[in-house]
């Protein structure tokens, strides 16, 4: 199995930087697409970013600017940069990996969330 575990999140405001941590933990496992989704409340899950293995990342149009995804595959650990983060950026945050525990065997993993307040 493969555990994943977020931090960074917290209080912000308006107009602030923030960057949350995502690591991945398990026995054996290889970690193919990193990907953070956010939900606001009242609202459905959306996604915010995506990074292959290679690192080619990819947001939707709705995110580009001033969100930077990233990842460390030696620490098994994908990172989000957010910054000039606006009130409707207050959402929980959740990482989600792709994870190849075997060569027959991928899984879809998520994080328990953190949640990130931008507010004055």
């Known amino acids: 199995q493969v555990q994943l575990v977020e931090s960074g999140g917290g209080l912000v405001q308006p107009g602030g930087s923030l960057t949350l941590s995502c690591a991945a933990s398990?026995?054996?496992?290889?970690?193919?697409?990193w990907s953070w989704y956010r939900q606001a409340p009242g609202k459905e899950r959306e996604l915010v970013a995506t990074?292959?293995?290679?690192?080619?990342?990819d947001y939707p149009s709705s995110m580009e600017g001033r969100f930077t995804i990233s990842r460390d595959n030696a620490k098994n650990t994908v990172y989000l940069q957010m910054s000039s983060l606006k009130p409707e950026d207050t959402a929980v945050y959740y990482c989600?990996?792709?994870?190849?525990?075997?060569?027959?065997?991928?899984?879809?993993?998520w994080g328990q969330g953190t949640l990130v307040t931008v507010s004055s």
């Open positions: 398990g026995r054996r496992f290889m970690i193919n697409t």
């Open positions: 990074i292959t293995r290679s690192g080619s990342s």
């Open positions: 989600n990996a792709g994870a190849l525990l075997s060569m027959v065997d991928y899984r879809e993993v």
